[in-house]
């Protein structure tokens, strides 16, 4: 689960997308913004440019035709927390909450400028150097260790695969153990300084790692009504 930390002229990022103008014009822009680019016009093509490369970032659309972006997420999650920004047609609220929960770490809606996906990608990939650069390197509440190096976070020794939100609130929670933290915190925590998230988006995040958490019997987030979470210790 552990990324490598590159500088941007030397980051790749997949870009996934079932129409061949979008491809172009996303892999323009995250070119001159000094990205090495992959594309994939399907799924199985995606899961194989992955296998094979190990991109920095994919770029996903879900609605695309035999595997769709929601199942490519879901199978690069078994083994990958490689950050996944999804694009979609769809800008209902349920549909980016689907995403979110499916392991997706951004969603951005068709029609969206190509300057505002590089600016997704860069903040994305730029909390990814935070986390790393942050002291101490181990962060460790009873039988549960956060590595900030690594990106890894296990439960006694066993590995919790996480997205790089996930992550991020993980990591949030083990700095302030027993504390109750708003969803401003947690925002803050987890997300580019720049960004701002909704509460419902938040909500997702926490229950996905909470799911997580009780698979490997680890300690459980507690909701504080009107407040925030609070990450139960022993």
């Not at 194989?48 to 769709?68: F, G, N, R, W, Y």
């Not at 950050?83 to 809606?109: H, Q």
């Not at 790393?132 to 509440?141: D, I, K, M, W, Y």
């Amino acid at each position: 689960m552990g990324r490598r930390c590159y500088n941007l002229a030397m980051q790749t990022i997949l870009v996934v997308d079932d129409d061949p103008h979008i491809r172009e014009v996303v892999c323009f822009a995250l070119e001159r913004a000094g990205f090495k680019t992959l594309e994939a016009e399907n799924g199985v093509r995606a899961l194989a440019q992955h296998s094979k490369h190990q991109p920095d970032l994919v770029v996903l659309d879900i609605l695309m035709p035999e595997t769709d972006g929601l199942a490519v997420c879901n199978q690069l999650r078994s083994h990958s927390a490689v950050p996944i920004i999804f694009v979609s047609s769809k800008d209902e609220e349920v549909d980016r909450i689907i995403g979110l929960e499916m392991g997706g770490d951004d969603y951005l809606a068709k029609p969206f400028s190509p300057r505002e996906l590089v600016a997704r990608v860069k903040a994305n990939l730029r909390r990814i150097d935070l986390s790393r650069t942050e002291q101490p390197a181990l962060l460790s509440v009873d039988e549960l260790s956060v590595n900030l190096d690594t990106l890894e976070a296990q439960w006694q020794g066993q590995l919790i695969p996480l997205t790089h939100t996930e992550f991020c609130m993980l990591a949030t929670f083990a700095r302030a153990p027993d504390k109750v933290l708003t969803r401003d915190a947690l925002m803050q925590g987890a997300y580019d300084s720049r960004r701002v998230v909704s509460d419902r988006t938040i909500d997702s995040h926490i229950r996905r790692l909470r799911e997580k958490l009780a698979a490997v019997g680890a300690h459980s987030i507690r909701t504080i009504h009107g407040v925030g979470y609070r990450l139960q210790t022993a």
